[in-house]
């Protein structure tokens, strides 16, 4: 799948591959690989409603039927939500496995050894499947030791190590909102090496960053001093959110066919600069408009032809423990 839809042509004008496609590639493929984890949803169920409670878990998913008017009550039940996340799941500063010093120096990236496919033990599943982009090794001045970072896209293998970014944390809230919530959202990239998820609430995509424990602040990043160039939304195939009856009481999937997937340039959501000085930068960078509308198009074309059990043949290794 992803090897056919990478020889689409990729070519601009120069004749040279496109950078800006190139990067848009390899996150759908890393966006597909998310949805990929769907069958894993049951086993997330679970783990949520124990760990963080029945009806505080219940409350979340029917935070899109609360009424218009209660909008600050459900950007609490969220914040309250990712400040737990974020208890759970502490951002991971290149800690030291063998002595616990922080700031190991990285290394590169290797391919994951069997042992580090190979789900961790407690899988509630009979079938574990266990999805992993790459490893990061790491140099540690203090023993000098090297240390192995998994990094997982698999969302229950995230829950058990609870070792993660941005990259973990950002899908791990994702498949929550979508596959234990049953709520529309988007998995948020920023080439500028950032990831977020946003959910839909009254007529709105609201922002949600995982490692920040923020709700509804598109212009944290700006604060940061990043200049926002590409900022893209991936959204799997689902209920419509512009359609209001569509998700009403946070029941998971009930009404799966209205939205196809999409691949969205949101980059002017996440800053205050105008339209026209994104697209300075972007030239400054060499890519074009049209290049970008193209790979997008493009992109769309792709994620739509997948059905999610065509992704799960695609990037699933099921492994019986
Ligand atoms: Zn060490």
């Not at 809230?173 to 049953?182: K, P």
């Not at 598109?218 to 940061?224: A, C, D, S, T």
């Not at 590409?230 to 799966?256: E, L």
């Amino acid at each position: 799948m992803a090897s056919s839809s990478s020889s689409t042509s990729t070519s601009n004008s120069n004749g040279s591959k496109s950078k800006y496609e190139a990067k848009l590639r390899y996150n759908v493929d890393r966006f597909a690989k998310i949805l990929s984890d769907e069958p894993q949803d049951s086993s997330l169920v679970q783990w949520l409603q124990e760990s963080y409670g029945v009806d505080k878990t219940n409350q979340l998913a029917q935070l899109s039927s609360l009424s218009p008017s209660s909008v600050q009550e459900q950007k609490t039940l969220l914040r309250d939500f990712l400040e737990w996340f974020r208890t759970q799941f502490p951002y991971y500063r290149d800690t030291c496995n063998h002595c616990g010093a922080k700031g190991c120096q990285f290394r590169g990236n290797h391919p994951p050894t069997l042992d580090e496919q190979t789900p961790s033990p407690n899988t509630t599943t009979t079938t574990a499947t266990i999805i992993i982009d790459t490893t990061e090794v790491s140099y540690c001045p203090h023993c000098q030791q090297l240390t192995r970072f998994p990094r997982y896209l698999s969302a229950m293998e995230i829950v058990k190590r609870q070792r993660g970014r941005c990259s973990e944390y950002s899908l791990l809230l994702y498949r929550i909102l979508v596959g234990v919530l049953g709520l529309p959202a988007r998995w948020i990239v920023d080439w500028a090496n950032h990831v977020w998820a946003e959910v839909w609430i009254h007529e709105k995509w609201v922002h949600l960053d995982p490692c920040e424990a923020s709700v509804d602040q598109p212009l944290l990043y700006q604060g940061w001093g990043k200049k926002q160039t590409y900022i893209v939304a991936f959204q799997q195939r689902g209920p419509d959110p512009s359609s209001s009856s569509s998700v009403t009481n946070g029941n998971k999937k009930n009404d799966t066919a209205h939205c196809p997937s999409s691949v969205v340039d949101v980059t002017k959501d996440y800053t205050s600069d105008s339209w026209e000085t994104i697209q300075e930068r972007r030239a400054q960078d060499g890519v074009t408009q049209e290049e970008i509308a193209a790979a997008l198009d493009r992109a769309n074309a792709d994620l739509q032809q997948m059905t999610p059990s065509d992704i799960i043949a695609t990037y699933s290794t099921s492994r019986t423990n």
